[in-house]
């Protein structure tokens, strides 16, 4: 079966866990460190923060930020459940923001301009597949409604310029993004003193770690604030440093395969429709396409898993979801209905060859076909 997404693991990484194994210090250790550094230097930022998750490094900005109940955060809905979880994790209200449009399938600032109120605090604008959003248009927006400005950066690191938008970002690490520490997350946050409250909210609010009281000798410490266990250890630390290195070459191969995969679809599938421009700035997370209105996407499904290949769906709407239902009922987005039910995401990782990536093409245009023509006789 060829997976829409799939882990690079190797030899390097098992001998990166075999080292931390035998070095006897498991977590928060010299390699945390080391992989922040090396993180940052990577998004021509300053520092970074290490974390258990994506998930966790939205929840931790936000708490530091200082946002809170009778605060509303603009979010798009078309992107992971997390984006919005955070900002109910807080105690925060999240306001759904339709996308541009289907070629642009990114938070629209105009719905977001309007969607502001006296209440709104921050935005929080996600690079739907590792596509870049506007810099210059959402700092201008922020800094002229005096928003904070929040990105979620899960699907784009190793982008340099995500990360460099506004008060802070969020980079997911999970098993199916760009590179993996299994689990794991980080933050690059512009200023030191939000970095140094993320920093002891992802420990308890703790004022030293273990490491810090071994190597002063005082095993004191005082608790600050009300904190959490948000830690990154030293074996996914060790993982991630060893996939840092081939971030950028990964991120080539997709950008090469992502191409391939226009030039194909336009030749071979003319009907199907591949959102944003080429070029456009991405980490190439997803191979995003728009199936032809009317088609049937389970048949779809169906005829390609026949064939070994998995697809996917970039999302179901959070609006949508039971408990976004219940907590914040009346969003309506056509133009993030509409995308999400002709969405279909196709296998996009850097196992894949041009001639994976033209099997997939071939084998949607047989599907589609047969689907064309079965509707042409219904
Ligand atoms: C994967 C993802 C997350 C959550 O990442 P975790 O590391 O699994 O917590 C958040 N936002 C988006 C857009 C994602 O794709």
Excluded at 215 to 220: E, L, N, T
Excluded at 231 to 247: F, I, N, P, S, T
Excluded at 284 to 292: D, I, R
Aim: some cysteine; hydrophobic content about 40%; overall charge neutral.
């Amino acid at each position: 079966m060829l997976l829409v997404s799939e882990p690079i693991l190797g030899a390097e990484e098992k001998a990166a866990l075999v080292a931390v194994i035998d070095s006897g210090w498991v977590t928060m250790g010299d390699r945390v460190q080391e992989f922040e550094q090396a993180f940052a230097r990577l998004h021509e930022a300053e520092d970074s923060v290490a974390v258990s998750s994506c998930t966790s490094a939205l929840h931790l900005i936000l708490h530091g930020l200082g946002i809170g109940p009778g605060d509303e955060v603009l979010v798009p809905s078309l992107t992971f459940v997390a984006t919005a979880n955070c900002v109910r994790y807080v105690g925060a209200q999240p306001v759904f923001v339709d996308i541009e449009s289907a070629e642009v399938p990114l938070i629209s600032l105009d719905e977001a301009e309007a969607k502001c109120t006296a209440r709104t605090k921050a935005v929080i604008i996600v690079h739907f597949g590792g596509y870049l959003a506007n810099r210059d248009a959402w700092q201008s927006f922020a800094r002229r409604k005096g928003l904070l400005l929040i990105e979620d950066a899960a699907h784009a690191p190793g982008l340099p310029a995500a990360g460099t938008f506004g008060e802070a970002a969020a980079f997911s690490f999970y098993g199916n993004k760009n590179m993996t520490t299994a689990e794991g997350g980080a933050i690059i946050a512009r200023s030191r003193s939000l970095r140094e409250a993320i920093r002891r909210a992802r420990s308890h609010g703790m004022t030293s770690g273990t490491r810090q009281r071994l190597d002063s000798r005082s095993p004191d410490y005082d608790v600050t604030m009300l904190g959490f266990n948000y830690r990154m250890d030293e074996l996914r630390a060790a993982v991630g440093l060893a996939q840092l290195k081939r971030l950028p070459e990964w991120n080539d191969v997709r950008r090469r395969l992502s191409l391939h995969y226009r030039q194909l679809i336009a030749a071979l599938c003319p009907s199907v429709m591949v959102p944003f421009a080429d070029p456009w700035p991405s980490a190439h997370h997803l191979m995003p396409v728009l199936l032809p209105p009317g088609v049937s996407r389970q048949a779809v499904i169906d005829g390609l898993r026949k064939r070994g290949i998995q697809t996917t769906i970039h999302y179901p709407p959070v609006h949508h979801l039971t408990y976004y239902r219940e907590n914040c009922p009346d969003s309506r987005l056509p133009r993030t209905e509409e995308f999400a039910r002709r969405e279909l995401t196709l296998p996009l990782h850097p196992r894949m060859t041009p001639e994976t990536v033209e099997l997939v093409v071939n084998s949607l245009a047989a599907t589609l076909g047969a689907e064309l023509s079965m509707e042409v006789t219904a």
